[in-house]
């Protein structure tokens, strides 16, 4: 049975520089690959400092969100800041979130392990509810003990 919790949040923005994902929604080692060469690139050339600069918090979001029937992965923050020309403004909506919390050695480990229980163990376990799409992300805390933790926050809506 996968921990997990169900918790209300307050809508929010998230800024975000992101890419394309090529690969078939079902090849998971192709899409694992190609979210941890965006963020390599994007720790490189700057664009994960600029996201920083400008946060509200010490929070990295690694945000999925389907955009014109393409799946679109991003780094972000939550910012009040204006969004540069090539960011995405993302809208998380008020409600209800399915919340997986979790450590490991690397953030991009941590994304892999958090959405691997959320949308393979606890979204199939939590019957109350269910995920109708939207945007949905990997939250990097902060460190302790070494390792990063997190969460991930997936909007879900009660089944009548």
Do not use: C
Request: glycine share 10%; charged share 20%; net charge negative.
């Amino acid at each position: 049975m996968a921990a997990y919790t169900l918790e209300q949040k307050e809508s929010f923005t998230v800024i975000g520089l992101g890419t394309e994902l090529k690969s078939d929604y079902t090849d998971y080692a192709g899409i694992n690959k190609e979210k941890a060469d965006f963020w390599q690139a994007a720790s490189q050339d700057g664009r994960l400092d600029y996201l920083k600069s400008i946060a509200a918090n010490d929070y990295i979001f690694a945000v999925n969100e389907a955009v014109n029937n393409k799946m679109m992965h991003y780094a972000g923050v939550m910012s009040g800041a204006a969004a540069p020309e090539e960011a995405r403004v993302i809208q998380f909506p008020k409600g209800e979130y399915l919340v997986v919390k979790g450590e490991a050695q690397t953030a991009g480990e941590l994304n892999n392990i958090l959405a691997g229980i959320a949308f393979g163990q606890a979204l199939p376990e939590a019957t109350d509810v269910a995920y109708v799409g939207g945007p949905n992300a990997s939250v990097e805390m902060g460190k302790r003990d070494g390792l990063v933790y997190g969460e991930m926050w997936i909007p879900v809506v009660r089944n009548s």
